[in-house]
């Protein structure tokens, strides 16, 4: 049974930094393609960032300000989120993709607000 586990969401102001985390189980990390998607309030789920054994990308509202990273001994994916703004404010859902398999987190709520 594959399990995504998400933590590090929270609230911070503008400005501000998080790291999100995400622990996979029940997968073979290390195949698997591993992303952040996130969805605000009345808007469709986006591709955040992706990270395969070719390297990253990134969507372009993120690009410079965010870092996805991944640990393959811990079969952890990381997202550094720096400079953040008001409009990085959703629920930040993690992703894996191994073979033809897509399994999704619970996610974790990040607002950004002063």
């Known amino acids: 049974q594959v399990q995504l586990v998400e933590s590090g969401g929270g609230l911070v102001q503008p400005g501000g930094s998080l790291r999100l985390s995400c622990a996979a189980s029940?997968?073979?990390?290390?195949?698997?393609?591993m992303s952040w998607y996130r969805q605000a309030p009345g808007k469709e789920r986006e591709l955040v960032a992706r990270?395969?054994?070719?390297?990253?990308h990134y969507a372009d509202s993120v690009k410079g300000r965010f870092t996805i990273s991944r640990d393959n001994v811990k079969n952890t994916v990381y997202l550094q989120m720096n400079t953040l703004k008001p409009e990085d404010t959703a629920v930040y859902y993690c992703?894996?993709?191994?073979?033809?398999?897509?399994?999704w987190g619970q996610g974790t709520q990040v607002t950004v607000s002063s």
């Open positions: 992703n894996a993709v191994e073979f033809t398999r897509s399994s």
């Open positions: 029940g997968i073979i990390f290390s195949n698997s393609v």
């Open positions: 990270i395969t054994s070719g390297g990253t």
